[in-house]
């Protein structure tokens, strides 16, 4: 399984000693490969391209460069013979005592479908607590396993740890062949239905502070979702109460204290 860090920050930085600081990464830090793309480095000639045109509102250069940076850890991971990357943003949190062997362990035995983003971190997240999906069968290191059902992928966001196989790194590098911002699970689901996303909870995240910028993604995230709806969706008149009782009948996930 390879090992990706997505950062900006210098080798000798504070932030990345209080990373590497933690159990788990510690003692596997010569294996990760780190990918950092600064979008307010890029010239306005890189940046009109890749975040304003086709947009209906630009994308910023924190944002344009974070999806750069994901997309390349994604291509490298591609490069290999791997069948599983796992990557991490520079501010995630270990939860709990475990080792990267026992999440690959853990893994291999799960028989997750194929085409999957599991995000092992986010979930507990307060933004995320309306997500609503199945429990998986089998547990990861004994936390629940969320499946989000379709309705919520527009909800269902974070992405500063977590696993991809390689049908995923695929489908990812072709949705973002014009980038959006990283996590627009429902917008991916227009181009492949058929996608399966996972959630657990092994990696925190520090508490982040509502901004115009969170404002607007979720309204992004919120079109995308009826630009599905209206895709995939031939009994208009009865989706109303199908989606009511769909709705009823998932789960939330919660962290047990």
């Not at 991971?77 to 791997?82: N, P, R, V, Y």
């Not at 309204?219 to 630009?227: D, S």
Request: with cysteine; aromatic share 14%; glycine share 4%.
């Amino acid at each position: 399984m390879k090992k990706y860090l997505i950062s900006i920050e210098n080798n000798e930085s504070q932030r990345l000693k209080v990373f590497f600081d933690q159990q788990i990464f510690n003692s596997s830090r010569n294996e990760f490969k780190k990918f950092g793309v600064k979008g307010i480095d890029l010239t306005v000639k890189e940046y009109f391209e890749l975040a304003v045109a086709g947009h209906a509102k630009a994308l910023t250069p924190g944002e344009l460069g974070c999806t750069l940076s994901h997309l390349e850890a994604l291509k490298d991971f591609l490069k290999t013979t791997d069948k599983y990357a796992i990557i991490f943003e520079d501010d995630a949190l270990q939860d709990g005592d475990f080792s990267f062997d026992d999440i690959e362990n853990n893994l291999e035995h799960l028989g997750l479908e194929n085409c999957f983003f599991f995000s092992l971190g986010g979930i507990q997240l307060v933004h995320s607590q309306k997500v609503k999906g199945t429990f998986y069968s089998k547990p990861m290191l004994e936390r629940n396993i969320l499946k989000v059902h379709p309705y919520y992928y527009h909800k269902f966001v974070s992405a500063y740890a977590y696993i991809v196989d390689r049908k995923m790194a695929e489908l990812l590098l072709r949705y973002h062949s014009t980038p959006q911002v990283f996590d627009h699970w429902a917008g991916v689901a227009c181009l492949e239905p058929n996608i399966n996303l996972y959630a657990t909870y092994l990696f925190d995240h520090p508490p982040v502070n509502p901004t115009e910028t969170a404002s607007y993604l979720e309204m992004e995230r919120i079109q995308n979702l009826r630009v599905l709806n209206q895709n995939h969706d031939p009994h208009k008149f009865y989706q109303p109460l199908l989606k009511l009782l769909v709705k009823l009948s998932l789960k939330n996930y919660r962290v047990k204290s």
